[in-house]
């Protein structure tokens, strides 16, 4: 009988209480989530046992130590860490890591700033990468298209993931304007790329503008089709549990 396994996640952002509810259910059965693994985590085969987790989201430099002694006298065993993401876990009853509005307001405070870093300057060398190839011509244009193409991949995926972040600190403040506001962006994105796609299909532009316009729609498509096959997943998972 194997004794590890890989599970998938929802994407903190997206599904963090679902995931440590999974989690939870796993340890119930025996299986006891030991590191993250890429979109997931892995599993080691145990005794079955009833743990609870959470996740924190903290930049450590000289105060690890200090960090994670703090979370073990309050009863939160360090599992593992991912950059800036630590996963613990304790027994039912223990107090929770954060336990009023503004504390647990920080904790998505300090995973959105902590993706910020990278994905500000991430978005400015996108943004001039596409502008340099709309501008450029020949061998100079298709480099350009390459990179900024490239780029777009990993630019949209980061900052759909921190309009979310931002969403659950704004949740939990009690903002449901913000909070309605990040839920409708994806409907006028929708669209944009429809008003987009029908003057590209009725003008002659340029094909760097064309491909950027059928690019913004893709990341739109894709994003939407692989949330719909985990979601599905996640239904036929939570059945065999």
Same mark, same amino acid.
């Given at each position: 009988?194997?004794?590890?396994?890989?599970?998938?996640?929802?994407?903190?952002?997206?599904?963090? =209480?679902?995931?440590?509810?999974?989690?939870?259910?796993?340890?119930?059965?025996?299986?006891?989530?030991?590191?993250?693994?890429?979109?997931?985590?892995?599993?080691?085969?145990? =005794?079955?046992?009833?743990?609870?987790?959470? /996740?924190?989201?903290?930049?450590?430099?000289?105060?690890?130590?200090?960090?994670?002694? &703090?979370?073990?006298?309050?009863?939160?065993?360090?599992?593992?860490?991912?950059? =800036?993401?630590?996963?613990?876990?304790?027994?039912?009853?223990?107090?929770?890591?954060?336990?009023?509005?503004?504390?647990?307001?920080?904790?998505?405070?300090?995973?959105?700033?902590?993706?910020?870093?990278?994905?500000?300057? &991430?978005?400015?060398?996108?943004?001039?990468?596409?502008?340099?190839?709309?501008?450029?011509?020949?061998?100079?244009?298709?480099?350009?298209?390459?990179?900024?193409?490239?780029?777009?991949?990993?630019?949209?995926?980061?900052?759909?993931?921190?309009?979310?972040?931002?969403?659950?600190?704004?949740? /939990?403040?009690?903002?449901?304007? &913000?909070?309605? &506001? /990040?839920?409708?962006?994806?409907?006028?994105?929708?669209?944009?790329?429809?008003? @987009? @796609? @029908?003057?590209?299909?009725?003008? =002659?532009?340029?094909?760097?503008?064309?491909?950027?316009?059928?690019? /913004?729609?893709?990341?739109?498509?894709?994003?939407?089709?692989?949330?719909?096959?985990?979601?599905?997943?996640?239904?036929?998972?939570?059945?065999?549990?």
């Amino acid at each position: 009988m194997r004794q590890t396994k890989y599970i998938m996640s929802g994407g903190l952002a997206f599904s963090e =209480d679902k995931d440590m509810d999974k989690l939870r259910r796993f340890s119930l059965k025996g299986w006891h989530v030991n590191d993250f693994k890429l979109m997931g985590y892995t599993l080691v085969k145990g =005794d079955c046992s009833d743990y609870i987790y959470s /996740v924190d989201y903290r930049s450590l430099k000289e105060d690890e130590e200090e960090y994670f002694n &703090l979370f073990s006298s309050s009863g939160w065993s360090h599992i593992a860490s991912e950059g =800036d993401i630590h996963l613990f876990r304790a027994h039912p009853g223990t107090k929770p890591i954060y336990t009023d509005r503004e504390t647990r307001s920080e904790k998505y405070r300090n995973s959105s700033n902590s993706m910020m870093k990278l994905a500000i300057p &991430l978005a400015f060398i996108t943004a001039f990468t596409w502008v340099g190839a709309i501008i450029s011509a020949g061998i100079l244009e298709s480099l350009l298209i390459v990179a900024a193409t490239f780029l777009s991949i990993i630019a949209l995926p980061i900052a759909w993931t921190i309009m979310m972040t931002y969403s659950n600190k704004w949740k /939990v403040e009690g903002r449901k304007g &913000l909070v309605n &506001l /990040v839920k409708a962006i994806p409907f006028l994105i929708l669209l944009i790329v429809a008003i @987009l @796609l @029908l003057f590209v299909g009725t003008a =002659d532009n340029d094909p760097t503008i064309s491909l950027l316009t059928f690019m /913004v729609a893709g990341a739109i498509t894709l994003p939407t089709a692989v949330w719909a096959v985990m979601s599905l997943y996640h239904k036929i998972a939570g059945r065999k549990d």
